[in-house]
C-alpha cells in the first residue's frame, strides 16, 4: 500500500487552507483538495523542490484569460499553485457518454473562449518550437516496422515546415483536448494549461486524440474530418493546416512516449490515419 503523503504545514498555512484530502500524484506533483478561508474548495498542487518547470506558464496563461472559460489561478508560488476546483464532469466524461459531437462543440467555444478578445502578451513563453525537439531528434528503433517509420519521417517533415511558416502566432493554452476541460456552474472551463508561443491552428491539434476510452471514434476517418470542418470554421483557421497540426501533434506523443527511438505504439495507426487526413 502506497504511503499517503501530506502537504506540509507551512505550504497550507502560506496558501492559508485547510483540510487537504488527497486527489492524485503525477510524474511531478502531488495534489489535494482543499479547503479556503471562506469556506470554497480548491486545488493546491505542490511541486517539490524542482519547482513548476515549464508548467509555470501554463498558470500565466490561465490567469490572463477570461475567468468565463479558465479555471481560476488563486495564488502560485515557485514550487507550488492553488486553482479552481472544477466540479466537472469533463468534456471527455461528455463524449464517452453518448454526445462526442456535443463535446466538440464545446471544446471549441471554449477554445474561442480563451483566445477573446485582445491576445495575451507573448513575452516570456516558451515557443511552439521547443517542443517539437523530440521529435526531430527521434530515430527508429530495430524493431520499428517500415510503415512507422515511413511515417514519422513524413510526420518530421510536415513538422518542420509548418514550424518554419507558423501564421497568426500568439500565447496558447498547449494542451487543450476534452480531459482538460471541466464543466463549472459557469460553463466549461480549461485547466492544466502548458503555456506557450505558437501558431493559433495548434491549439486544437491534440483534441483529435482525445478523449480516453473513445478509440474507436478517435480512428473513424469520418469523425476526423468533421472534427475538421467544425474546428476550422468555428476557430478561424485553415482546415488542412488543422489536420497537419494535428498529425504531427500525435507524432510528437509517440516520440515523447518512446524515449526517442521509435518502436511499436498504440497510435501508429492513428499517426497514419491523420497523415492521410491530412493530405
Not at 502506497?2 to 496558501?15: G, Q
Not at 473562449?113 to 516570456?124: I, K, R, Y
Not at 517500415?146 to 510526420?155: D, F, I, S, V, Y
Not at 472551463?189 to 493559433?200: H, I, N, S, T
Request: net charge negative.
Amino acid at each position: 500500500m502506497s504511503k499517503v503523503i501530506e502537504p506540509s504545514a507551512e505550504l497550507l498555512a502560506d496558501f492559508a487552507v485547510s483540510d487537504p484530502q488527497p486527489l492524485a500524484q503525477t510524474a511531478i506533483a502531488n495534489l489535494w483538495t482543499v479547503t479556503r478561508s471562506d469556506g470554497t474548495r480548491a486545488v493546491l498542487k505542490d511541486y517539490g523542490p524542482k519547482g513548476m518547470g515549464s508548467e509555470a506558464q501554463g498558470f500565466r496563461f490561465l490567469a490572463r484569460a477570461s475567468p468565463d472559460f479558465a479555471a481560476q489561478v488563486y495564488a502560485t508560488r515557485p514550487d507550488a499553485a492553488l486553482i479552481e476546483w472544477l466540479e466537472g464532469p469533463s468534456l471527455g466524461d461528455r463524449a464517452r457518454s453518448g454526445h462526442d459531437l456535443e463535446a466538440a462543440r464545446e471544446l471549441l467555444k471554449v477554445a474561442a473562449g480563451l483566445h477573446q478578445g485582445t491576445a495575451q502578451p507573448s513575452e516570456g513563453y516558451p515557443l511552439l518550437v521547443e517542443r517539437f525537439a523530440a521529435l526531430f531528434d527521434a530515430v527508429p528503433a530495430d524493431d520499428c516496422t517500415p510503415e512507422l517509420h515511413a511515417a514519422m519521417a513524413k510526420a518530421q517533415t510536415l513538422a518542420d515546415a509548418l514550424l518554419s511558416h507558423q501564421v497568426d502566432l500568439r500565447p496558447l493554452h498547449g494542451d487543450l483536448h476534452h480531459e482538460n476541460v471541466r464543466k463549472t456552474a459557469r460553463g466549461y472551463c480549461a485547466f492544466d494549461a502548458k503555456g506557450l508561443v505558437g501558431e493559433r491552428a495548434y491549439e486544437l491539434a491534440n483534441a483529435f486524440r482525445h478523449p480516453k476510452g473513445c478509440e474507436d471514434q478517435i480512428r473513424d476517418p469520418r469523425r476526423v474530418l468533421a472534427l475538421a470542418d467544425l474546428w476550422s470554421a468555428g476557430f478561424g483557421v485553415d482546415r488542412s493546416c488543422l489536420l497537419q497540426w494535428a498529425a504531427v501533434k500525435c507524432a510528437l506523443s509517440i516520440a515523447w512516449r518512446n524515449r526517442g527511438r521509435i518502436s511499436k505504439d498504440p497510435e501508429a495507426d492513428l499517426l497514419a490515419l491523420l497523415l492521410s487526413c491530412a493530405e
